[in-house]
């Protein structure tokens, strides 16, 4: 299993994640910042525990994110 966080005030809308990642991401129409899929917002912090086979995409995801507020770690 793996956690994403993802500090979704600080999203500036580049998209490049859901580009990347389709499947665990999407742009809000209401303000133009990236949604993840299933996350659980806990004080501005957005978290979705989900299975290995999504690490790759979100890593990169992450890594592609300009103002780095993805973070990707494994989990028992």
Not at 3 to 28: F, P
């Amino acid at each position: 299993m793996i956690r994403i966080t993802h500090q979704r005030e600080k999203c500036i809308g580049c998209n490049y994640c859901v580009e990347i990642a389709y499947d665990r991401w999407r742009m809000s129409k209401k303000d133009g910042k990236c949604t993840l899929i299933e996350g659980k917002n806990k004080k501005g912090f957005y978290t979705a525990v989900v299975g290995d086979d999504e690490y790759i995409a979100n890593v990169n995801a992450a890594k592609a994110c300009p103002v780095k507020i993805i973070k990707v770690e494994k989990v028992k």
